[in-house]
């Protein structure tokens, strides 16, 4: 589905991203994981097409590295942020009327419908997208932008940072929601490992923007490396 | 991709609004309030076409332009050589007119690329190119000596549009008409798309929306009206030089006629032209004659104050009071 061969990015003289290559087979809900300034974000950034790489990015079989980011979207490459980007002069439904219209290619009223109840945001359709919605309702259409464009693959920055656990938990369900319903790949950025190991079926972590772990988020947690750059240990 | 419409029923307010606007718009000649005040009219529709060509771009897309005047002179200018040299008629010199001045629009699409005050100096820099172009091309132009002899309005169907009346209802219905395409867009989903990009570019595009194509085409159209504004203008006043067609006051009275009005609208850039223009030649004239556009500057900034979404804004923000319904931001 998702392949990174040799991607680097350089920001002036700072690596952001050096030589990160991993794959994501269709299905799979895969985290990634790494300390504060890893470079999770930048990665996000360039799978989505907001930021150019050295290297190669290939999606459904098909090299998108030169690819702008709205036809990357209209591939199916969904991807939320960790600020919430709503579109601020519309309302919530007019948000997916917009992702939907130009994502996807067509307008489906109905699915919209479904998308609102699934995210659980119906009863604010019609309402201002920045003025009326709290911080955990933005998050909630940051995903339902990300649905309304039919995504094949969706990239989740950080939507379960800022829950408490009983509202993590219910989140991460919501999770496995989406993935059966919509039949999606997920990469998930998140910090916490309980959440990883009960989310995803596979982690990959990065440090200093290199890849230093690959496997189950078992695997992962154990390897030296990565208790090594979580424990603030050089790298 | 689709410009699908939202909806184009007018609702009954919309109605109503419409039927008086409609009466307002004919009063003029239907009380017959004589030639000078036509006149004064006639600018200012040529204003409030204007101010609505540059709103247009502003609200829908959010790019602020302070080189509006580019495009009014080069749909001047155009008009008035296509008419004079080649003997077009001037019903077709006037949208070509507007023809060239989205042509002359398309040297400015790299400037899309850039956002904020940057996109605004950079439009404001490639308008005085053209004011310069205009003034050293002599043997096209006339250079600084400028353009008279070129066709005035021509008459159809026994209206003389050249006369005050005629010119009156000449650019009162092009105004109409513009009006009602911005409406067409900003209900379409093209349009909406436009009024998200203009606050949250990269979250449209993360969508799949193309938002350098759409913005584009809205400088293209914006290019487009301000040129055929340029034109009606011309052909009215009857010369033309490099100071006066591309002068800063057709970037600046658009902008402050727009803001006045309340530029998220589209009556607001209309109502907002005709009556600052109207206070500026009936009243600020009368107590400053040297240096009364100090006066605008006044009312502007007054307004910016009390009511910073315009007159518009500020009405609608009335009429929504009672009902306790969601802020007016469009008409």
């Not at chain 2, 070129?150 to 159809?156: G, H, Q």
């Not at chain 2, 584009?216 to 006066?244: C, K, Q, R, T």
């Amino acid at each position: 589905m998702l392949r990174l061969d040799a991607v680097s990015v350089r920001f002036g003289g700072l690596s952001a991203l050096t030589d990160v290559s991993f794959a994501v087979p269709a299905g799979e809900i895969l985290g990634l994981v790494g300390p504060n300034g890893a470079g999770k974000t930048t990665l996000f950034n360039t799978i989505s097409g907001l930021v150019r790489p050295r290297g190669r990015i290939a999606f459904d079989g098909r090299d998108v590295t030169g690819e702008p980011l709205h036809r990357r979207a209209r591939l199916g490459i969904g991807r939320t942020f960790q600020i919430p980007q709503p579109m601020h002069r519309l309302t919530v439904r007019e948000n997916l009327l917009v992702a939907q219209v130009f994502g996807a290619g067509a307008h489906e009223p109905e699915r919209i419908d479904e998308i609102l109840a699934v995210m659980e945001i119906g009863h604010k359709a019609d309402a201002d997208a920045a003025t009326s919605l709290a911080l955990q309702e933005l998050k909630r259409l940051e995903i339902a932008k990300a649905l309304a464009v039919r995504p094949k693959v969706l990239l989740l920055d950080e939507v379960l940072a800022g829950l408490e656990s009983r509202a993590k938990h219910l989140f991460m369900l919501k999770l496995r929601e989406l993935h059966a319903l919509f039949g999606l790949t997920i990469v998930i950025v998140e910090h916490d490992i309980e959440t990883i190991s009960n989310l995803c079926s596979r982690a990959v972590v990065l440090d200093f923007g290199r890849l230093i772990a690959d496997g189950t988020p078992d695997e992962v947690f154990r390897d030296p490396n990565v208790v090594k750059s979580y424990t603030g240990g050089t790298h | 991709m689709s410009a699908k419409p939202a909806s184009f029923r007018p609702t009954m307010p919309e109605t109503i609004a419409g039927v008086a606007l409609l009466l307002v718009a004919v009063a003029p000649i239907v009380f017959d309030v004589g030639n000078y005040a036509l006149g004064l009219l006639v600018s200012s529709l040529v204003l409030a076409g204007l101010g609505l060509s540059w709103a247009l771009l502003g609200n829908l897309g959010g790019m602020v332009s302070f080189g509006h005047a580019a495009f009014f002179g080069v749909g001047a200018y155009a008009s008035a050589l296509v008419s004079a040299r080649l003997g077009l008629p001037v019903v077709v010199a006037v949208p070509l007119g507007g023809l060239v001045a989205s042509l002359s629009a398309i040297t400015m699409l790299p400037t899309l690329r850039l956002s904020g005050p940057y996109f605004a100096l950079a439009i404001l820099a490639y308008a005085q190119i053209f004011r310069i172009l205009a003034t050293e091309a002599a043997s096209i132009t006339g250079g600084a000596g400028g353009l008279q002899r070129y066709p005035s309005l021509p008459t159809i169907l026994g209206l003389d549009l050249s006369s005050r009346t005629g010119s009156y209802l000449l650019v009162l219905s092009v105004v109409a008409v513009f009006a009602g395409v911005y409406v067409a867009i900003r209900r379409s989903h093209v349009g909406i798309a436009l009024r998200a990009i203009a606050e949250s570019e990269v979250a449209t595009r993360v969508v799949g929306v193309d938002s350098l194509r759409l913005k584009a085409w809205m400088l293209l159209l914006s290019a487009f009206m301000a040129g055929v504004f340029g034109a009606l203008n011309a052909h009215v006043i009857g010369f033309l030089e490099p100071d006066y067609a591309f002068g800063g006051s057709w970037s600046m009275m658009p902008i402050i006629a727009a803001v006045f009005g309340g530029y998220r609208t589209v009556l607001g850039p209309i109502c907002g032209a005709v009556a600052i223009y109207l206070f500026d030649q009936l009243v600020a004239k009368s107590l400053i004659p040297v240096g009364h556009e100090i006066l605008l500057g006044v009312v502007l900034a007054v307004m910016v104050l009390i009511a910073p979404n315009g007159i518009a804004g500020f009405v609608g923000g009335l009429l929504d009071r009672p009902k306790g319904g969601r802020p007016h931001v469009a008409t």
